[in-house]
C-alpha cells in the first residue's frame, strides 16, 4: 500500500518490453485445511504467503531476480487452478519501466514525458494475468478486474540485524486472498468474465496498474468493477476483528451497499482521513470511471514498511476469513448488478 499523506498522482508513459525468463515449477499448495466457518484453506494460504515472503524472494522489489522468482511462481498457480493466461506471454503482461534521475534522487516510472539526459537505466517486471470466462450470453464480455500487487520494498536498511523487506501482509496477504478467489471462481464460474490482475510497481506509484489500463486483457469499456485487495492477513479491531474487512472510499458508489445485502462482513473505512481509498491500485481504475474501490483490515501495526512484515504476524484464522469474504465479494460483483457511482462519488482526475 502506497504510504503518504498527500493525494496520489498518477505518472505518464506508453512503451513495453521484456520479461522473466523460465524457471522451475513452482511448489504445489498444502492440502485443505478449513477453520470453522471459512471457506477457504488455512495451509494453502500459509503455502502461498510462505513463497511470496520467503527471504530467498528478498522483498519482491520491482526489476529484482526475487520479483522474477515471484511472478514465475504466481503464474505457476494461475496455471494449476485452469485460468486463461492474458497476458502477450502467457500469463505475463511485459512491463518496462525507466529509472530516471529525480530531485530526491532515482525513482521509477513508466516511459513517458521525461527528458533523454534524466533516463539514467530500464528495468523489466511483469503483471500476472490469467481470465475466468463468465457463463452468462448476455453477461460474459462484461468483465469484473480482480487485483493484488505481488511487488514490495525488496532489500533496504537493516533493522534489527534483518535487511529482506519481506511483505508478507503488503501484499503478499492480498495476494493470496485473490488467488483463493480465482481458484473458487475457476471451479465454479460466474455471470461475468473475471481478469484476476496480479501487478508489479506498487510500492512506485501504482505503476503496473497504469500500463494495464492501456493494453487491458478484456475492454476497459467492458469492465463493470474493480476490487483490490490490500493488507488483509491481521484484524482490524476498528473493523470489527477477525475475518471482517473495511472498503475504502463505501459512500462512493454501490459496491459496499451489494456487499451488505449480501451478508459479507464489510464495513466502511474508519480511518477516512488517511485517504487510503487514493493510495491503491484501485485509484487508476476510478479515474477511469470504473467503480473501484479495495477491500482492507489494516489496523495501522507498526510493521508496515518494516523488514518485521513476516510470515509469523499473519492470522492464517483472520486471512482464510477474509479470503472467504473476498471469494464472495468476487461473485456479487460478477453475478450481480453492475455497481455505480453515486452522485459526486466518481473521482476526478487533477487538471493539468
Not at 170 to 192: E, F, I, K
Not at 238 to 267: C, I, K, N, P, Q
Not at 307 to 332: K, N, T
Request: hydrophobic share 40%; with cysteine; charged share 20%.
Amino acid at each position: 500500500m502506497l504510504y503518504s499523506s498527500a493525494p496520489w498522482r498518477l505518472a505518464a508513459g506508453l512503451v513495453w518490453l521484456a520479461a522473466c525468463g523460465g524457471s522451475a515449477a513452482p511448489p504445489s499448495p498444502a492440502p485443505a485445511t478449513v477453520p470453522p466457518g471459512a471457506a477457504v484453506s488455512t495451509s494453502e494460504l500459509r503455502s502461498i504467503v510462505g513463497v511470496l515472503a520467503a527471504d530467498s524472494v528478498e522483498g519482491r522489489r520491482t526489476g529484482t531476480p526475487g520479483s522474477a522468482r515471484a511472478a514465475r511462481f504466481l503464474a505457476g498457480l494461475m496455471a494449476s487452478y485452469g485460468l486463461v493466461p492474458a497476458g502477450d506471454s502467457g500469463y505475463f503482461q511485459r512491463v518496462d519501466y525507466e529509472v530516471v534521475r529525480g530531485a530526491e534522487g532515482e525513482e521509477v516510472r513508466l516511459p513517458g514525458a521525461t527528458t533523454a539526459d534524466s533516463v539514467i537505466g530500464r528495468i523489466n517486471d511483469v503483471n500476472v494475468i490469467g481470465v475466468v470466462h463468465g457463463t452468462d450470453p448476455s453477461l460474459r464480455t462484461e468483465a469484473v478486474v480482480l487485483g493484488a500487487h505481488f511487488d514490495h520494498l525488496g532489500i533496504g536498511p537493516p533493522v534489527a540485524g534483518d535487511s529482506v523487506y519481506n511483505g508478507a501482509d503488503d501484499d503478499a496477504s492480498g495476494v493470496a486472498a485473490v488467488l483463493a478467489a480465482a481458484r473458487s471462481l475457476a471451479l465454479s464460474p460466474a455471470r461475468r468474465s473475471v481478469v484476476v490482475l496480479l501487478t508489479s510497481g506498487e510500492e512506485q506509484g501504482v505503476l503496473g496498474t497504469q500500463w494495464y489500463l492501456e493494453r487491458p486483457a478484456l475492454p476497459l469499456s467492458r469492465t463493470v468493477a474493480d476490487l483490490q485487495v490490500e493488507m488483509v492477513g491481521r484484524p482490524d479491531s476498528l473493523a470489527g476483528g477477525v475475518g471482517r474487512l473495511w472498503l475504502t472510499g463505501y459512500e462512493r458508489s454501490t459496491m459496499g451497499e451489494s456487499f451488505a445485502r449480501a451478508g459479507l462482513d464489510v464495513v466502511p473505512d474508519a480511518r477516512p482521513e488517511f485517504n487510503f481509498f487514493e493510495r491503491s491500485d484501485n485509484i487508476v481504475f476510478a479515474l477511469k470511471g470504473i467503480p473501484a474501490h479495495t477491500l482492507s483490515s489494516f489496523g495501522m501495526h507498526t510493521d508496515y514498511h518494516q523488514p518485521s512484515d513476516e510470515v509469523e504476524r499473519i492470522d492464517f484464522d483472520h486471512l482464510a476469513r477474509a479470503a472467504d469474504v473476498v471469494s464472495r465479494a468476487a461473485r456479487v460483483l460478477a453475478d450481480g448488478d453492475a455497481p455505480v457511482w453515486h452522485p459526486g462519488g466518481r473521482p476526478l482526475p487533477a487538471s493539468p
